[in-house]
């Protein structure tokens, strides 16, 4: 709607989980590096959680387009399903050949680790990568464990990374889940976004959407976002998209405070922005 008045090639701002416009902010970063030595060093199971909106999904992509060479990647988006689902759905992403499947759980099984092996022998380390892990059925995660059981005398056959909501912690210390919460040694926490890696957030997906002017946003205005979206860069694209759209209306070619007002009184998750007297707008 507003790409050609701002100089953009396409929407800064997309809710869409896009690698394209990826910003290694220092708690994403930080994320990716544990989880990556994490992987080199053999580990079972490692987990990463985020409140809802801090970017966990679009760091999940780009582990998956991290591992490739001598990782094979398994990606299960949604897994709401049953122990049986879940070792078919990693069955389909491992292309384990079915087609000798005539018995139930243990035949499945049975078939996920033949071709485990085999990608062991060929010297490639499998990751399965799960992300909204808080949505697991129990017995579901009880499977899963067991899946990590799959082992040679040296190595582990399978790890697995959980990306999940703070819901995954509470659902872990369940005393009958404490053998999968025992297993993972190591976790990361994603934080939201401080005021200056907001404004750099801003400028940085502007840029891949192909601006190459002054600032579009004025600094008073970066501010307003940063305080109004606590730092959840799901919600920073919200309100700084519809900035733009009233911008946009208004014929202006930079984002003012004004602007970001309107967008905080039609966002009902931003927080209010509020007159404080001694400080000014916060």
């Not at 998956?64 to 299960?76: E, K, P, Q």
């Not at 997906?205 to 190459?212: E, I, K, S, T, V």
């Not at 700084?240 to 602007?259: C, Q, S």
Request: proline share 4%; with cysteine; hydrophobic share 40%.
């Amino acid at each position: 709607m507003y790409e050609t008045h701002f100089g953009l090639r396409e929407a800064p701002f997309s809710l869409t989980p896009n690698t394209h416009f990826y910003l290694d902010a220092s708690t994403h970063r930080n994320a990716f590096e544990t989880v990556r030595a994490a992987l080199e060093s053999m580990e079972g199971f490692i987990k990463v959680v985020g409140e809802v909106g801090t970017g966990k999904t679009l760091l999940c992509r780009r582990l998956l387009n991290f591992l490739n060479g001598d990782y094979v990647s398994a990606y299960i988006p949604n897994p709401r399903l049953s122990p049986q689902d879940l070792y078919l759905a990693l069955a389909d992403e491992l292309q384990v050949n079915l087609g000798e499947l005539n018995g139930g759980r243990h035949q499945l099984l049975k078939l996920i680790n033949e071709q485990l092996i085999a990608h062991c022998a060929e010297g490639r380390r499998v990751v399965l990568v799960i992300d909204e892990a808080q949505a697991m059925p129990e017995q579901t995660i009880e499977a899963l464990r067991l899946l990590t059981n799959l082992e040679t005398e040296s190595r582990k056959l399978l790890q697995v990374v959980l990306f999940g909501q703070p819901e995954l912690d509470v659902m872990l210390s369940q005393p009958q889940l404490r053998q999968l919460k025992q297993r993972i040694t190591f976790q990361e926490y994603i934080r939201p976004l401080d005021k200056y890696s907001v404004e750099q957030y801003i400028r940085h997906r502007l840029m891949a959407a192909g601006y190459n002017g002054d600032n579009l946003f004025r600094a008073d205005a970066a501010k307003l976002i940063f305080r109004a979206s606590g730092g959840v860069p799901r919600l920073v694209n919200v309100l700084a998209h519809k900035a733009m759209l009233a911008a946009y209306g208004d014929g202006d070619k930079t984002v003012a405070p004004g602007h970001v007002r309107r967008a905080v009184k039609d966002t009902e998750s931003a927080r209010p922005l509020r007159f404080a007297w001694l400080g000014g707008w916060a």
